[in-house]
């Protein structure tokens, strides 16, 4: 079955940085957009980034943009996400989603094809 594992999640100041990895199994990782979402404590899951297939097209949140930077390794069935200057705002648990629709995960969480379990990231003021 498919299976999506982040890693890298963990305790950061704010101004810190992290990584977070997520290795794909169980699905042709190569023609999947894939993506990242975000869930604080009492909100909504919301869209964070997205790489294409090819690694050739991203796109990124408002909230985001200069500070997160997605990326991808197909010879391994990885995606990642540097995370830099974070705020405390930034704590959530994120998930990794893979969908076949790249102009899809943008607008939210709903008919994502498949999701990791999620790794809390918490940002200390």
């Known amino acids: 079955q498919v299976q999506l594992v982040e890693s890298g999640g963990g305790l950061v100041q704010t101004g810190g940085s992290l990584r977070l990895s997520c290795a794909a199994s169980?699905?042709?990782?190569?023609?999947?957009?894939m993506g990242w979402f975000r869930q604080a404590p009492g909100k909504e899951r919301e869209f964070v980034a997205v790489?294409?297939?090819?690694?050739?097209?991203?796109y990124y949140a408002d909230s985001v943009k200069g500070r997160f930077g997605i990326s991808r390794d197909n010879a391994k069935n990885t995606v990642y996400l540097q995370m830099n200057s974070l705020p405390p705002a930034a704590t959530a648990v994120y998930y990794c989603?893979?969908?076949?629709?790249?102009?899809?995960?943008?607008?939210?969480?709903?008919?994502?094809?498949?999701w990791g379990t999620g790794p809390l990231v918490t940002v200390s003021s």
């Open positions: 989603a893979a969908d076949l629709d790249y102009r899809g995960l943008p607008h939210g969480p709903r008919g994502v094809d498949y």
């Open positions: 169980g699905l042709t990782f190569s023609v999947y957009s």
């Open positions: 790489i294409s297939w090819s690694g050739g097209a991203v």
